[in-house]
């Protein structure tokens, strides 16, 4: 992740993470170009999870935030650790592809086979549709130099929380007031399950995660403030302790900043045991709550597929 900072981003943001259904027009005569030339035509194609039709997952594309083709090979920015710079943008190799005839079929190193129809929607706009699971997937390209890796960044920061087994407070400031979040000394925002759990502790100087008692689980949410693309609100319930309120800025990719609105107390966590996500597994990636896999969540309603399969069964 390149440090966040305002950048032009305004317009790429209207195309980009517009989480309205719209109606698609689709352009079935496919174009003149080869499907692998168009493929090759974009370095990064952003998975719009918010456009998804149909009631099934594909799994690997339901937690990816870009996909590369290159040359038989499907690269993947699955995670926000990184984003922006690992594999030089384009993410961590996940798998192989075959394009022919407007079939797109990708071996994915955990997920396995997967084969979709591709059409193309405009110039810059591809359709994967899965006949397997009645699923589409829509995927906007952009060129790696005009790509606003930190608006995406900005956009998803309850899924960079998400990637740190823990947080350890690091730094409270001298001045602010007394207040009971002094005590606490991890944070933890879980993966999977409702996507908006977090737990918290007051042990010290924890080595190993796996042996950090919590004290406590709660709902947590991350919210937008009013002319800021990057600040976030964070609020921890504590249920009948009430909420807590902070402005939330990240430093860098394993540090955060936590200004407590009530007392003016600046706080800074650091991550501590990072997971480098391919989808929720025990071999290549893991999620917080057993079984339960990290994903990207559709924000918009589920809505029915028109699309119906062309091939035979």
Known sequence: MKTV?????????????????????????????????LLH????????VNRTQGYGETPFLQIAFTLTFDRGLVYANNNLVGFGSQGNGF???IGTYNAYDMILDINHVIDGYNSFDVYQIDNNTIELYNPFNDTSYFLDGYQR???DYDLV????????????????????????????????????????????TFRSSQDVNINNTNNIFWDYTGIYGVGNINGSLYTKTLTLDYDFLGNEFFELTVIN???????????????????????AFYRGSNVEGKSNIEGEPKKRKQRTPK???????????
């Open 5 to 37: 900072k305002l950048l032009l981003g305004f317009m790429l943001s209207a195309t980009m993470l517009t989480s309205c259904y719209t109606e698609q027009v689709i352009v079935d005569n496919g174009p003149a170009i080869s499907l692998d030339q």
């Open 41 to 48: 035509s974009y370095d990064l194609w952003y998975v719009d």
């Open 91 to 93: 993410g961590v190799e």
């Open 145 to 147: 130099s005009t790509f």
């Open 153 to 196: 960044f900005s956009d998803n920061i309850h899924y960079f929380l998400q990637e740190y087994e823990a947080w350890e407070k690091v730094y409270t400031s001298n001045f602010g007031a007394l207040n009971e979040f002094d005590n606490e000394n991890y944070l933890q925002f879980l993966a999977g399950g409702n996507d908006s």
């Open 253 to 275: 990719d394993g540090t955060i900043s936590l200004f407590h609105a009530n007392s003016g107390t600046v706080y800074e966590f650091e991550g501590r045991g990072y997971t």
């Open 303 to 313: 809505v029915d597929n028109p699309r119906e399969s062309k091939r035979h069964s």
